[in-house]
């Protein structure tokens, strides 16, 4: 089990991006360190805020019951 990756549990001691506890570890195609993944993610949150109003409502509305997560990123606050 590598416990460098994002999808670790340790609670668990179990990967979170696999039901296969064994598929765990340098090979996994799913390894990515933390900062990278936390480095990902803000990536797509500034993508999502520079959609245009309405494709970030329909995102908000479909998949975040109206919230807009993305917008309360550490970047944006960077910015301000």
């Given at each position: ?36 993944h ?28 109206g ?13 301000a």
């Amino acid at each position: 089990m590598d416990t460098t990756c994002f999808a670790y549990n340790p609670k668990k001691n179990s990967c979170r991006a696999l039901s296969d506890k064994s598929g765990c570890g340098p090979a996994c195609p799913f390894y990515k360190s933390k900062a990278k993944h936390e480095a990902d993610k803000e990536a797509a949150n500034q993508r999502l805020a520079g959609l245009p109003e309405e494709d970030q409502h329909y995102i908000a509305e479909t998949y975040h019951r109206g919230n807009r997560p993305w917008l309360q990123s550490a970047w944006k606050g960077a910015e301000a």
